[in-house]
């Protein structure tokens, strides 16, 4: 049974900083493409950013150079850690494991977990 359990989310003020967690377990985290997703109240699930496997990260447009996507295999964890925040930040954000594919499109995923609550105040 796959499991995606989320951590580190939270209320920061503007400018802050979070380091989001993600643990998987009953897969072969190495062979996933990891990634994180967020949806803010009424609007869809969009892309934050992804790793492969070969340690190769992509971002979105609207948090490229202040989030940073990180894994480490032998914790079979994926980290997020978010740096400059901003009020558009706020979302509940989600960890979710592709086993290969470019990652980018929520569908192609595989595995999702709960998502975790960030929330950042002006």
């Known amino acids: 049974q796959v499991q995606l359990v989320e951590s580190g989310g939270g209320s920061v003020q503007a400018g802050g900083s979070l380091r989001l967690s993600c643990a998987a377990s009953g897969l072969t985290f190495r062979r996933y493409t990891m990634g994180w997703f967020r949806q803010a109240p009424g609007k869809e699930r969009v892309f934050v950013a992804g790793?492969?496997?070969?340690?190769?990260?992509y971002y979105a447009d609207s948090v490229k150079g202040r989030f940073t996507i990180s894994r480490d295999n032998a914790k079979n964890t994926v980290y997020l850690q978010m740096n400059s925040l901003k009020p558009e930040d706020t979302a509940v954000y989600y960890c979710a494991a592709e086993l290969g594919g470019v990652g980018v499109v929520a569908s192609e995923y595989d595995y999702w977990g709960q998502g975790t609550q960030v929330t950042v105040s002006s």
């Open positions: 790793i492969r496997w070969s340690g190769a990260s």
